[in-house]
T-cell receptor, first 116, second 111 residues
Framework: EPEVTQTPSHQVTQMGQEVILRCVPI?????FYWYRQILGQKVEFLVS????????KSEIFDDQFSVERPDGSNFTLKIRSTKLEDSAMYFC??????????????FGAGSRLTVL | SQKIEQNSEALNIQEGKTATLTCNYT??????LQWYRQDPGRGPVFLLL?????KEKRKERLKVTFDTTLKQSLFHITASQPADSATYLC??????????FGPGTRLSVLP
């Protein structure tokens, strides 16, 4: 079964440092997403990406966040200057284009970010 | 933007019984609604999708209904098992390709 792969599984960083979270979406998928989940809270949308550009982004996705698809396989989330409140599990997801118009998301296992 | 409520934060039921979880949304009715399962420390896993013109969808012991008048979906697990214990999330497409998730209901099936 095809998988979405995320690295690292856990990253600990100091406040103010830059962090890059990496994702390898399923190879024939065309839509890519980042979500985050603060411990004990709900899964929150950050950004969607299609055709090498951002499709939608939430209020959470401010100037300190950026996404990139540097090559044909990786999809990265960069947090420029981490804050304590960025501590969360970050999930990457991908979906294919469905002819019927209904997109189903396949999620990775997540990257846990701890900001000290 | 869409707001989603799920009936309760936690639900405990006895093994063998039917679990019923509720998802309510506030704004426009989406073209389809999805249910996902999330285990602790893991990403959500897709279970079922139901379209606005479908009243009911089944997959093995799972059944989903969708009432666009009530702006509600019900998710049933029949003959529940301890392995069904997890958090169940409903999700809607909000705008564009943005999927919004509900807060989830943590189901515990007691042996």
């Amino acid at each position: 079964e095809p998988e979405v792969t995320q690295t690292p599984s856990h990253q600990v960083t100091q406040m103010g440092q830059e962090v890059i979270l990496r994702c390898v979406p399923i190879s024939n998928h065309l839509y890519f997403y980042w979500y985050r989940q603060i411990l004990g809270q709900k899964v929150e949308f950050l950004v969607s990406f299609y055709n090498n550009e951002i499709s939608e982004k939430s209020e959470i996705f401010d100037d300190q966040f950026s996404v990139e698809r540097p090559d044909g396989s990786n999809f990265t989330l960069k947090i420029r200057s981490t804050k304590l409140e960025d501590s969360a599990m970050y999930f990457c997801a991908s979906s294919p284009i469905q002819m019927s118009g209904a997109n189903v998301l396949t999620f990775g296992a997540g990257s846990r970010l701890t900001v000290l | 933007s869409q707001k989603i409520e799920q009936n309760s934060e936690a639900l405990n039921i006895q093994e063998g019984k039917t679990a019923t979880l509720t998802c309510n949304y506030t704004n426009y009715s989406p073209a389809y609604l999805q249910w996902y399962r999330q285990d602790p420390g893991r990403g959500p896993v897709f279970l079922l999708l139901i379209r606005e013109n479908e009243k009911e969808k089944r997959k093995e012991r799972l059944k989903v209904t969708f009432d666009t008048t009530l702006k509600q979906s019900l998710f049933h697990i029949t003959a529940s098992q301890p392995a069904d214990s997890a958090t169940y999330l409903c999700a809607l497409e909000d705008y564009g390709q943005n999927f919004v998730f509900g807060p989830g209901t943590r189901l515990s099936v007691l042996p």
